[in-house]
């Protein structure tokens, strides 16, 4: 079924009524899609910084315990990898990490492979809250999907994943 046939109208589509009316030539399918993808995204912030919060910390704070956990044991990065998989800048993950270790779920430690350097390493306490906080976060987001069949989730999946390859092709050229 097209979007035309769809007897569901959503925020995008009022958007895209109102340019239409004043903008006929333009071709809006781009506009259609990304203005879904960002609405989708702003809703699911949303329903994510609330699981988040009831355990004191923010989508950012979750996303360091997160990168750090799934590296591994010694759960231990380089600032540098931390903040090139988290996507942010060296000065925004200097601020942050000085925040995290001020809470105790991460310390700096030295790097045995070279002495002029800092890791970053989950604490005890910071190996036990994204332990528990991850359980919870799949949780959520099985309840935030679960009114879509497995099968949309996976095309859903492989489409954001054509998309994601595009935008990051993108960006390295």
Known sequence: MSKKDSPTSDAVDAILKQWS????????SPMAAIGRI??????????LD????????????????????RSGQ??????????????VTSGTMTHRLKRMESTGLIQRVANPADARSMLVK??????????????????????????????????????????????EAQRQS
């Not at 996303?63 to 750090?68: N, R």
Request: glycine content about 4%; hydrophobic content about 45%.
């Open 74 to 87: 010694p759960y231990c990065l380089s600032p540098t990898e931390l903040f090139s998989t988290l996507m």
């Open 21 to 28: 009316r004043e903008r006929p030539e333009l071709d809006l």
């Open 122 to 167: 989950l604490t005890e306490q910071g190996l036990k809250l994204i332990d528990q906080m991850i359980t919870g976060h799949v949780e959520n987001e099985q309840n935030i999907l679960a009114d879509m069949s497995h099968a949309d989730i996976e095309l859903l999946d492989q489409q954001l994943a054509k998309l994601l390859s595009v935008l």
């Open 50 to 69: 609330q699981h988040f919060a009831q355990y004191g910390l923010s989508l950012w704070e979750f996303d360091m315990l997160a990168a750090l956990r």
């Open 38 to 47: 960002q609405r989708c995204a702003a809703l699911l912030q949303i329903q």
